[in-house]
C-alpha cells in the first residue's frame, strides 16, 4: 500500500493550493481519510489535524481551516483531495495524508507535501 501527496508549493497570502494523495493498494470506501499538517519548528510535537473524510456526508474540519479548506474524495480514482484557499502564512507546513481503517487496527502515512504561504 502506498500514499503519494503533490500539489504543495509557494503560494502568496490569499492564495489557493490543490492537495492530491494517491492511494495505491487500497480499497478507497474502507478506509477513513485525513490530512494532517507539520508546522516548521514543531517537529518534535504532534502533527495537527485538518480534516477528516469519513464519507461525503461525513467530513470534519478544524476549527482553523473551517470555511477555507474542502476535503473530498473520488473512489472511482482512489484519491483523495484538500483544497485550500485563502492560505494564511501560519498554513505553512508540510501537508500529509493519512488513511486508517475503520477499526483502528491500521495506520497508514504519506510522505508529505510542503507549502509555504508567503505574507
Known amino acids: 500500500v502506498q500514499l503519494v501527496e503533490s500539489g504543495g508549493g509557494l503560494v502568496q497570502f490569499g492564495g489557493s493550493l490543490r492537495l492530491s494523495c494517491a492511494a495505491s493498494?487500497?480499497?478507497?470506501?474502507?478506509?477513513?481519510w485525513s490530512w494532517y499538517r507539520q508546522t516548521p519548528g514543531k517537529e518534535g510535537e504532534s502533527r495537527e489535524l485538518?480534516?477528516?473524510?469519513?464519507?461525503?456526508?461525513?467530513?470534519t474540519y478544524a476549527n482553523y481551516v473551517q470555511g477555507r479548506f474542502a476535503i473530498s474524495g473520488d473512489a472511482t480514482r482512489n484519491t483523495l483531495f484538500l483544497q485550500m484557499n485563502s492560505l494564511k502564512p501560519e498554513d505553512t507546513a508540510v501537508y500529509y495524508c493519512?488513511?486508517?481503517?475503520?477499526?483502528?487496527?491500521?495506520?497508514?502515512w504519506g510522505q508529505g507535501t510542503q507549502v509555504v504561504v508567503s505574507s
Open positions: 493498494g487500497f480499497t478507497f470506501p474502507d478506509y477513513v
Open positions: 485538518v480534516a477528516v473524510f469519513r464519507s461525503a456526508d461525513d467530513i
Open positions: 493519512r488513511a486508517r481503517t475503520r477499526d483502528f487496527e491500521n495506520i497508514y
